[in-house]
């Protein structure tokens, strides 16, 4: 008897036979493991990054592999509209291409590839692979050295070559 | 912090500071009539018309120059005027048939004010050479004023003013 107030009030608001025909069937709530699994972000401090370990060496060898045939071998002479993954490091130039040692956090560069590279089959890196490849890209960069090993809890530390140059622009309009 | 928030939505300033979640778009219009694509036929009665629109809120007023913001009137505004909404402005001019500049600017109820390309430059800086490809533009908001440059023969193109 609960449930008659709810249907009078679909009645009234779309009609009767609208009503009867298009009852709202709500499926089942959605699980944390399965938000859990949706929910790949990276944060700053390490939060959301999955176990897994990896070095620049191996790395590279992944890189020549799946990546290099559009960001460009070595991460220089990418594709025509690519992105290189080595860039300048100094930012006080409007048309500066911003390449990773322009991101405040080195974290966004596994976020970034574990979300959707390669770009024809996104998801496909394991863990290993995407710190393997994020050491080889911070050691392209010359941002870490080339045994450096990478995982959950050193590649936040990594501290980016422009980490200090961000300020929030208008606090109050965010 | 994503992709996006790391690169797209921060902007190189000349100092070597970036402004980080740089999310707003700050009040700005652009006339779209007459503009580039379009001709006058020679001298007579035109209608300037235009947008603008503020991501502070309302648009509040929108002054319109023909001779390269020397001098300026206020446009009428069709309502509804929305918060964050394109507000369609309007203007009847006469064109003399001598080259004229037109530009059109804006302000919103939050008291902003669209910058002048100068103020702007020298807030932002500018590129080396000009972008050939829009989609690689790296100014995030971009919200000076537009020019359009009138030739005699009726020649609509964008300029620098």
């Excluded at chain 1, 608001?13 to 069937?25: D, I, K, L, Y």
């Excluded at chain 1, 050491?135 to 990478?150: D, H, P, S, T, W």
């Excluded at chain 1, 422009?162 to 965010?174: E, G, L, M, S, Y």
């Excluded at chain 2, 996006?4 to 970036?18: A, D, H, M, R």
Aim: glycine residues 8%; aromatic residues 12%; proline residues 9%.
């Amino acid at each position: 008897m609960r449930k008659l107030p709810l249907v009078l009030a679909f009645t009234l608001a779309f009609g009767a036979a609208a009503a009867v025909a298009q009852t709202p069937r709500p499926g089942q709530p959605i699980t944390e493991s399965d938000i859990t699994a949706w929910n790949i972000e990276a944060l700053p401090d390490g939060k959301g990054l999955p176990p897994g370990t990896g070095n620049a060496k191996l790395g590279a060898a992944i890189y020549a592999q799946k990546c290099a045939l559009c960001h460009g071998e070595n991460g220089v002479n990418p594709r025509p509209g690519y992105a290189p993954m080595v860039g300048p490091s100094r930012f006080d130039r409007i048309d500066t291409m911003k390449t990773v040692p322009y991101y405040k956090y080195a974290t966004t560069l596994y976020d970034v590839m574990r979300r959707s590279m390669p770009y024809p089959i996104p998801k496909t890196l394991t863990n290993d692979e995407l710190y393997a490849l994020s050491a080889y890209i911070l050691f392209l960069n010359k941002i870490i050295g080339e045994n450096e090993v990478m995982d959950a809890k050193t590649l936040p530390q990594v501290k980016m070559p422009n980490r200090d140059n961000f300020v929030i622009w208008a606090p109050d309009k965010i | 912090m994503t992709f996006f928030e790391s690169k797209t939505y921060s902007q190189i300033l000349p100092n070597g500071k970036s402004w980080l979640f740089h999310f707003t778009m700050e009040v700005k219009s652009f006339i779209t009539h007459p503009s580039f694509g379009h001709s006058l036929k020679g001298p007579g009665q035109y209608e300037i018309s235009g947008v603008a629109y503020s991501g502070n809120g309302r648009v509040a007023k929108v002054m319109v120059s023909a001779d390269g913001g020397k001098s300026w009137a206020e446009a009428a505004l069709q309502g509804p005027v929305n918060p964050k909404a394109f507000t369609r402005f309007r203007m009847p001019w006469r064109w003399d048939g001598q080259p004229v500049v037109l530009q059109s600017r804006a302000w919103d109820e939050a008291g902003n004010v669209q910058p002048l390309r100068a103020e702007f430059v020298s807030a932002r800086g500018q590129t080396e050479k000009p972008v050939a490809n829009p989609l690689a533009f790296p100014n995030q908001h971009y919200n000076s004023i537009t020019s359009w440059g009138i030739d005699s023969s009726g020649g609509i193109k964008h300029v620098y003013a």
